[in-house]
């Protein structure tokens, strides 16, 4: 199976962007079949699901972060991409990305690292 290694956050202000990017090491024949997920978990909450690209490119969002994140994917780098904008502190969270269609966080049983964003003025 694919594995998935996130990256890209960091600390921002709330109104601004960052650009996670999920790395897969599989290549990019077996990537390009796999639907991506995007999860974040917040501090004493559970994981909640944020958006999903296809394989095919079709992107779909949690209402939360509609018309302020948009996912893409550049199959030839193996790498999935949540554009982030307009941040605000309840998007501070752990990130994770999943392959995947499934927005049931207990769908999945293993989770790696994840990255870190924290939205603070």
């Known amino acids: 199976q694919v594995q998935l290694v996130e990256s890209g956050g960091g600390l921002v202000q709330p109104g601004g962007s960052l650009r996670l990017s999920c790395t897969a090491s599989?290549?990019?024949?077996?990537?390009?079949?796999?639907?991506i997920s995007w999860f974040r978990q917040a501090p004493g909450k559970q994981r909640e699901w944020v958006a999903l690209?296809?394989?095919?490119?079709?992107?779909t969002y949690a209402d939360s972060v509609k018309g302020r994140f948009t996912v893409s994917r550049d199959n030839a780098v193996s790498t999935a991409y949540l554009q982030m904008n307009s941040l605000e502190p309840e998007d501070t969270a752990v990130y994770f990305c999943?392959?995947?269609?499934?927005?049931?966080?207990?769908?999945?049983?293993?989770w790696g690292q994840g990255t870190q964003v924290t939205v603070s003025s």
């Open positions: 690209i296809s394989n095919s490119g079709t992107a």
């Open positions: 599989g290549g990019i024949f077996s990537f390009s079949i796999y639907n």
């Open positions: 999943k392959p995947g269609r499934s927005p049931v966080a207990t769908t999945y049983s293993t």
